[in-house]
């Protein structure tokens, strides 16, 4: 029988919601995963079954230091960042050094060990966006001054870096423009809509929404989410790509989606909206479609449903 030679793959924020998930599909696909985190947001809870697993290890680091890694790494994942609205507005400073400091030596892991490098980015860096829907070519509206600034700006410089280090040193570099996703291991009080939704419609407490509800977002249920990075890591594209669902809903109709899948007594309340908050957000995943033969398959119905029976216990009153 052929030995196992398997790849080796860094996920920065591994232990986070989205790199937890990334490190299961990872190892899944026979790949032995290093997964680094500091924990500022992240938390071992989403990595504990990956405990004892041969092919998985966990460490404990700031990717903002030098990163040093005995042996052969073949791909980095870069998703190590505060990534809700309360945890970057909470470490602020943390954010824009992860997006810089933290990407550049991500990026110098890269260089020495010849590996093809991923930067997880955002939506965040079309900003407030005056085109709708948004493809890659959109430079964005961002505030840079703006408390929202740190995150989106981090973002937008973290793909600058990515980009000239692709130019500069050849590094085989990929841009994956993350739009909202949900799903299991998401923290109930992260300040992102469905977590807060769910969590006052079990409790019967009122659901707070933003503004008048109308601002819209497009979710993406995270196994779709991961399916797309997974495909764009292995594809030769290096431009970036929009990975998310483009099914487009309100603020207002989603909270209503949440209350009646509850079965809760909630009413909805509305409170002022957060400042630089967008109004539209919907990707065009047209380049998706056609460079990585990718597009979302779980309905918001089943996707929701899933992430409810996972926060049902953590809510029970």
């Not at 696909?29 to 697993?53: K, Y």
């Not at 703006?146 to 990929?174: N, Q, S």
Request: proline residues 6%.
């Amino acid at each position: 029988m052929t030995p196992r030679v398997p790849h080796t793959s860094v996920v920065t924020g591994g232990a986070g919601f989205l790199g937890s998930h990334l490190c299961d599909r990872l190892i899944a696909e026979g790949h032995d995963v290093i997964c680094i985190d500091n924990l500022i947001t992240g938390n071992t809870a989403n990595i504990s079954h990956l405990f004892g697993n041969p092919h998985f290890r966990f460490v404990q680091y700031d990717v903002t230091n030098y990163i040093f890694i005995d042996g052969v790494v073949n791909f980095i994942f870069h998703f190590a960042s505060p990534a809700s609205p309360i945890d970057y507005l909470k470490y602020p400073i943390q954010t824009l050094k992860v997006g810089s400091l933290g990407t550049h030596k991500a990026l110098g892991l890269a260089k020495a060990k010849n590996a093809r490098f991923l930067i997880a980015s955002t939506s965040e860096v079309y900003g407030d966006p005056l085109e709708h829907p948004q493809h890659e070519e959109y430079w964005g509206n961002v505030n840079p001054v703006g408390p929202r600034g740190v995150y989106d700006e981090a973002k937008r410089f973290a793909e600058a870096m990515t980009m000239a280090y692709h130019r500069y040193h050849v590094v085989d570099t990929r841009i994956a423009r993350i739009f909202n996703t949900y799903g299991e291991r998401m923290r109930l009080n992260d300040g992102r809509a469905i977590p807060a939704f769910m969590s006052q419609a079990l409790r019967n407490e009122d659901v707070t929404v933003f503004g008048d509800g109308s601002q819209t977002r497009s979710v993406c249920y995270v196994s779709d989410l991961i399916d797309g990075i997974y495909r764009l890591m292995m594809s030769d594209y290096s431009m970036p790509v929009n990975i998310g669902n483009p099914h487009e809903v309100t603020m207002l109709q989603l909270a209503k989606e949440i209350v009646s899948l509850t079965g809760s007594k909630s009413r909805i309340v509305f409170t002022e909206l957060p400042v630089d908050d967008p109004k539209v957000r919907q990707p065009d995943i047209t380049r998706a479609r056609q460079v990585l033969g990718w597009t979302p398959s779980v309905d918001r119905h089943t996707g929701l449903q899933k992430t409810l029976e996972y926060f049902r216990p953590a809510c029970r009153i």
